[in-house]
């Protein structure tokens, strides 16, 4: 970082359903952070050309919002971050050429980042954790996360869906409504459930799969609201509780494994209250303390996009702009995170 | 947790003095017969629903007993099983003198031949798993342990093991041998091209190579490439 001075980021996310764009300083003072997200109608999930034409259509507001907010001018930023991936193709596309552009009128230099890390870091600058086992919970991913060596390391992950998919498509066969997210309503749902149905439970050392419980599922769950043998609570109940028990015991082989005893849930699905109390609850009776935070940094959003782009910078981790592409398959491991220095 | 130093009764036992808090279960010293034993108990996991609970636990220990001697049958040393107790979900075993095979890489005190040996037999007591049909479910180096003057080498915690048919065998051992793969990379970034050395030895032992490492490489395919959206 740049001694003495403090340097300015706005970032930009928008590699799934969500348009965000953030403005964080070195010093790790958030001071905008505004956020769009594009929601479908119940029973459908979202399609990438749509997806990226609502980030299109609404960017550039966001990003004189988040200027308005922060209280600042063009002339105030020292850099620019932007997601590289991994993400949705299109809206990635969308979200670079509106970060690209504005790179060349302000002239300032831009920095890749990478998402996974995004939130990682953002988890860490929010809560204060400062080397935690880390279970990245969203829609696209699920993995388990160590830091070792410069890099951030996947003890384990899914094999095959990730546990925000499963979710959201648990919630399409119920018909529940994807506002504000579709997690959410299975969260509020569960909360009235009370009879637990047992469903398969897939761990494989520190992997999960949540294939065999979506089919489950999916066959099961008309059946048995037809019959009037459980109700839509109960399901996404028995539902929630069966895969938060896979996702924190894997959490707890990687602990025991690193012999680490903080744990940092970040991701969308991570700011389900159900999972939060069950982490912690293991995490207690391991004498470690559980990290968490709330929906605005857990969903995507573009203030973790600018820290971990702030904390590139400071290292000289800037691209020229016909350097600043996106992929669809960017590895948490792949970045060297020159950074951190335990 | 109970504090390390205090001997207290666990189920059957008395005199139980806490060694480590595993993810699976307390792991204590004791003695059964007047000789040296582990007590691993099971205990029961207050943030799962008592129901999943109840079926985990009992299917677990159920599966680590019938793993270990399994394994023995097989040739694979483990510890001799001792006393289950289902009421207390709690097994007692031997003693294995050693370290985990984790410590021992990490303190590096070895020779370069050492290390190779102890790689080759990791590979092949895989390997005679495996052509046995049975898979571990968590080849890690914590699960490993090692006798440090004969290099002799011990799996234990096997209650993630189960057989697996011939019909699934190439995918079962192919995700065995990925979940041992990223144990090694990431719990020893610091030393690269072990898990080669391991699955060379592998390939010297077992006599379905050709299915399992097809199935193998797909496997990895699949953790590497796959698309992350969100």
Known sequence: MTKGKVTICMGF?????????????????????????????????????????????????????????????????????????????????????????????????????????????????????????????????????????????????????????????????????????????????????????????????????????????????????????????????????????????????????????????????????????????????????????????????????????????????????????????????????????? | MATKEEDQTVGLMPKCRLLCQGAEGRVFETKYWKKKAILKQRFDKMYRHPILNKKLTRQRLGMEVRGMMKARKLGIKTPTVLLVDQETNSIVMEKMPGIMVKDWLKAGKYSEADLDTVLATIGKMVANLHDGSLIHGDLTTSNMIIRTESLDITFIDFGLSFNCSAQNGPEDKGVDLYVMERAFLNAHADLPGLFEKVLGAYEGETSLWKSTFNRYSEVRMRGRKRSMVG
């Open chain 1, 13 to 342: 996310e928008g590699s799934a359903n969500k348009i965000g764009v953030g403005i964080v300083t070195s010093e790790g003072d958030i001071l905008a952070n505004p956020r769009e997200t594009f929601i479908t109608p119940p029973g459908t999930g979202f399609l990438p050309r749509e997806t990226a034409l609502h980030h299109q259509q609404v960017i550039v507001p966001l990003v004189q919002k988040c200027l308005k907010e922060a209280n600042l001018t063009p002339k105030d930023i020292d850099c620019l971050a932007y997601t590289k991936g991994p993400g949705m193709g299109a809206p990635l596309v969308s979200t670079a050429v509106v970060m690209r552009t504005l790179a060349q009128i302000w002239n300032v230099p831009i920095v890749p980042v990478n998402h996974c890390v995004g939130h990682i870091e953002m988890g860490r600058l929010v809560t204060g954790a400062v080397d935690p086992i880390v279970l990245y919970v969203s829609g696209g991913n699920t993995q388990v996360i160590a830091y070792s060596e410069k890099r951030y390391r996947i003890f384990g992950e899914t094999i095959d869906i990730a546990v925000g998919n499963c979710l959201d498509r648990f919630a399409r066969c119920l018909g529940l409504s994807n506002d504000p997210s579709p997690g959410y309503n299975i969260e509020q749902l569960a909360k009235k459930g009370s009879q637990y149905i047992e469903m398969p439970y897939n761990v494989k050392g520190m992997d999960v799969s949540f294939s065999g419980i979506l089919s489950f599922a999916e066959d099961t769950v008309v059946k048995m609201l037809k019959k009037g043998t459980a109700t839509k609570a109960d399901l996404c109940f028995s539902f929630q509780e069966t895969i938060f028990a896979m996702l924190v015991e894997i959490t707890e082989r990687a602990m025991a494994h690193c012999n680490t005893q903080d744990v940092l849930i970040v991701g969308g699905v991570g700011c389900n209250k159900r999972l939060q109390a069950m982490m912690k609850i293991m995490a207690d009776e391991r004498g470690g303390v559980l990290y968490a935070t709330d929906e605005r940094y857990c969903i995507d959003n573009g203030a973790m996009i600018a820290w971990p782009g702030l904390l590139a910078f400071g290292q000289g981790d800037t691209i020229p702009v016909e350097e600043s592409s996106v992929t669809q398959r960017y590895r948490t491991d792949d970045p060297v995170i020159n950074w951190r220095d335990d």
